[in-house]
């Protein structure tokens, strides 16, 4: 599967912004899809993702209240809509799948996603 974030930008703390992300080529509805980051100088980290039902989402404590992850009906484009952004989120945003079958512990390891998007930097200044 192919992936294409955007909507990635510059902004001062407080604003909003709306990432997305667009699948292509080998999608289906078994295909786990997920946000991860990684900042200056920083490690990849786990940003949101859903539950293998859909039925649950899943975010980071730093994002938590902030940020709300979602998608289309075809699960095809996949969304982070970012509020309140705060310095800290200042990272490069990539949006990940993988065709593995993950329990709910795999779900934030960014080892068990085996597709990756080129990335959508998010700068938020003070």
């Known amino acids: 599967v192919q992936l294409q974030a955007s909507g990635g930008g510059s902004v001062q703390a407080g604003a909003s912004l709306r990432l997305s992300c667009a699948a292509s080529g080998r999608t289906s509805s078994s295909v786990h899809m997920a946000w991860f980051r990684q900042a200056p100088g920083k490690e990849r980290e786990f940003v949101s993702t859903?539950?293998?039902?859909?039925?649950?989402?899943y975010y980071a404590d730093s994002v938590k209240g902030r940020f709300t992850i979602s998608r289309d009906n075809a699960k095809t484009t996949m969304y982070l809509q970012m509020n309140s952004l705060e310095p800290e989120d200042t990272a490069v945003y990539y949006c990940?799948?993988?065709?593995?079958?993950?329990?709910?512990?795999?779900?934030?390891?960014?080892?068990?996603?085996?597709?990756w998007g080129p990335g959508t930097l998010v700068t938020v200044s003070s």
């Open positions: 859903f539950s293998r039902t859909g039925g649950y989402k």
């Open positions: 990940a799948a993988s065709h593995l079958r993950l329990i709910t512990s795999e779900l934030r390891r960014g080892n068990n996603y085996d597709s």
